[in-house]
Nanobody, 113 residues
């Protein structure tokens, strides 16, 4: 049974940092592409970043140079290091396993002063 559990969200001031984690189970994590999406209040989901099994990376335009995606296959965990966060980064951040279109429950990130 596939499970994705996000953690690490919270409230942070503009210019601050957060690290999100997504811990996976129920499949061979190291063999699959994984993605982070976000859904701002009242808006649709947008791709934040993806990481391939071989470590290839792609970022959405809104977060380039500020966010870093990574994975630790030994821990079945994907990370999103968020630096210099801004109010427009406020959203629910969701972990996605695209091969089976499976989603985590999401973790809220709120950026405000």
């Amino acid at each position: 049974q596939v499970q994705l559990v996000e953690s690490g969200g919270g409230s942070v001031q503009p210019g601050g940092s957060l690290r999100l984690s997504c811990t996976a189970s129920g499949f061979t994590f190291s063999e699959y592409e994984m993605r982070w999406y976000r859904q701002p209040p009242g808006k649709g989901r947008e791709l934040v970043a993806l990481i391939t099994p071989g470590g290839g990376i792609h970022y959405g335009d809104a977060v380039k140079a500020r966010f870093t995606i990574s994975r630790d296959n030994a821990k079945n965990t994907m990370y999103l290091q968020m630096n210099d966060v801004q109010p427009e980064d406020t959203a629910v951040y969701l972990c996605n396993f695209p091969s089976r279109n499976f989603w985590g429950q999401g973790t809220q990130v709120t950026v405000s002063s």
